[in-house]
């Protein structure tokens, strides 16, 4: 008879205790050509995350010539006065780096990550890509194609087509918010080189750029670093600008996409409110948690769990544009999906859990949960290199403070039920919320119109 080999168990580890965490300060400086740089040494993060945040905004395209920043951001990885695209693909990858790059209404942005130990060659790409991008016609003309290609895979989908029709809503239509951040069918079609660079060289300087430097940077002399890559890129002196104030039309309406057919309606309610430098911003952010940013939200209890609707909607607020004289502004939203059968009775309910929220407000619980899972679960969330360096690129393109982000978790920690409730009521306000639904009008426009939560519009859907 065989004897059963014994199995021996190690004792189960135990948890130690927690440490106190916040988010990290960077170090401030500049270049002699004027950059502005912020570094964060984090041990033990050995991809280097690098931002580099340029002073060409949306606002700034020219006339007609929509989509030109992000054209620009785009080629700036097809080659330098050194390397042709091709070569300059094939030393990123030698590098073991990423590059990309893209436009948004405050400006063109690029992250670089690379492993630290060749942080010196991927700066020195990344510089060249800055310093003297080629911008050639063909390669030029080859991301025009491929944004030309995107539009109508865009205009198909239902969550881009509803973000499309929102911003032309809110927004005048002379104001840039009004339009795809980037471009039309018919302004992409005008991009051409010379566009591109012509709108590089009134706006790529760096006097007017910040670089952000995040990673393990134990036995790197990022000084010498730094001022031979980026260092040597060379440019006019910063040129005030005037930034227009971002002004809505938050009258509560629907529109309607029509989309035949539908089996689904996407839902997207909008409308401005505050940014970051305005004091209520963490007590916004609590309460848009407590409406719909996560499983347990009033929002998905309501739609999801008790009606079975659909399968998320969530409440959001997202910064357009942040300026300290109040000038800027967030886009406050809820979004989701719903079966059209049922799109009057989920806009039914969905306006009953507002009214709700108004008349009662949020619970001691849900703000507690809120806050355990914003504040908590901070840590983690910033455990890459390029998590810290995207949010500190946040705070220099919306001109706060570096300890802003450390000093939100303290806010939001210390913010209490009541004041919660105050915010969230008053950044989604029932009778001020534009309605967007793309779906099929036949089937939805009666019920909806039966609500009384606006004048019903349908459009085409293009």
């Not at 886009?331 to 059209?340: C, E, P, Q, R, Y």
Request: overall charge negative; proline content about 6%.
């Amino acid at each position: 008879m065989t004897e059963l080999a014994t199995m021996e168990f190690h004792a189960r580890p135990q948890a130690g205790e927690p440490k106190p965490w916040a988010f990290p300060a960077p170090e401030r400086g500049s270049l002699g050509n004027g950059l502005t740089v912020l570094r964060c040494h984090r041990p033990g993060q050995q991809v280097v995350a690098v931002e580099v945040l340029l002073d060409a905004p949306l606002d700034a395209e020219p006339a007609g010539l929509d989509g030109v920043a992000t054209i620009m951001a785009r080629a700036f990885s097809e080659g330098t006065d050194k390397h042709s695209a091709e070569d300059f693909a094939a030393e990123l990858e030698r590098c073991g780096a990423t590059l990309d790059a893209y436009a948004d209404h405050p400006g063109v942005r690029l992250s670089l990550e690379v492993p630290a130990s060749r942080l010196a060659k991927a700066l020195g790409l990344l510089a060249d890509a800055l310093r003297a991008p080629a911008f050639a016609d063909g390669e030029v003309e080859r991301l025009v194609r491929n944004r030309l290609d995107e539009i109508p895979h865009e205009l198909a989908n239902p969550s881009r087509r509803a973000a499309k029709e929102l911003s032309k809503e809110l927004f005048p239509a002379d104001s840039r918010m009004s339009r795809p951040r980037q471009g039309t069918e018919e302004t992409v079609e005008a991009v051409d080189s010379a566009a591109v660079r012509a709108f590089y060289e009134r706006h790529v300087r760096p006097a007017t750029a910040t670089a952000v430097v995040v990673g393990d940077l134990t036995g790197l002399d990022l000084d010498a670093l730094l001022g031979d890559t980026l260092g040597a890129w060379t440019g006019s002196a910063a040129q005030p600008r005037p930034v227009p104030a971002v002004t809505a039309d938050d009258r509560g309406r629907v529109v309607i996409v029509d989309r035949p057919g539908a089996v689904q309606t996407q839902l997207l309610i909008g409308r401005t409110g505050s940014d970051r430098h305005d004091r209520v911003w963490p007590a916004q952010v609590l309460g848009t948690y407590c409406l719909g940013g996560t499983l347990t939200s009033r929002l998905d209890r309501v739609l999801r769990e008790e009606k079975g609707y659909t399968y998320g909607v969530r409440a959001f607020g997202q910064v357009l544009r942040s300026a300290p004289d109040g000038t800027g502004a967030a886009m406050l939203a809820i979004s989701g999906s719903v079966d059209t059968p049922n799109t009057g009775p989920a806009l039914e309910d969905l306006w009953t859990v507002l009214r709700t929220l108004a008349a009662e407000g949020l619970t001691d619980a849900e703000r507690d949960v809120a806050v355990q899972n914003l504040v908590g679960v901070a840590p983690l969330k910033y455990e890459t290199a390029a998590a810290v360096a995207s949010t500190l690129a946040d705070q220099v393109e919306q001109h706060l403070p570096d300890d802003f982000q450390a000093a939100l978790y303290r806010r939001l920690a210390a913010t209490g039920t009541v004041e919660a409730t105050a915010a969230v009521v008053s950044a989604f306000p029932v009778d001020g919320l534009v309605t967007i639904l793309v779906g099929d009008a036949a089937q939805i426009k009666d019920p909806v119109e039966a609500l009384g939560i606006g004048e019903v519009t349908v459009v085409a859907a293009e």
